[in-house]
């Protein structure tokens, strides 16, 4: 049974910092490229970051270029992102999913797995 269970979300300053686990489980995690997604309320399920299956390629969408960093340890089945300098407009439920594919896309449709998410809420 495939599992994707995240953690680390929680509340924080404007211009601190968190880091998300995504702890994967019942599939063989180097064999999929993994990506995180976040939903803000009342808006659409939007790309963050994707990683490739060894970590060698990594996609990030502009809004947290320099300073969100996606990493995977595939030894511990995990995904990671490291997130610097929150804003205020970083608050939403942050997803992790798989994708059977060596490509690091973003676009969520194409991915095979999810996660229940992990609540970030980022004060001003």
């Known amino acids: 049974q495939v599992q994707l269970a995240e953690s680390g979300g929680g509340l924080v300053q404007a211009g601190g910092s968190l880091r998300l686990s995504c702890a994967a489980s019942?599939?063989?995690?180097?064999?999929?490229?993994m990506g995180w997604f976040r939903q803000a309320p009342g808006k659409e399920r939007e790309f963050v970051a994707a990683?490739?299956?060894?970590?060698?390629?990594?996609n990030v969408a502009d809004s947290v270029k320099g300073r969100f960093i996606i990493s995977r340890d595939n030894a511990k089945n995990t995904l990671y992102l490291q997130m610097n300098s929150l804003k205020p407009e970083d608050t939403a439920l942050y997803y992790c999913a798989a994708r059977r594919s060596v490509l690091a896309v973003d676009t969520s449709g194409l991915y095979d797995y999810w996660g229940q998410g992990t609540q970030v809420t980022v004060s001003s």
């Open positions: 990683i490739s299956r060894i970590g060698g390629s990594q």
């Open positions: 019942g599939f063989t995690f180097s064999s999929y490229t």
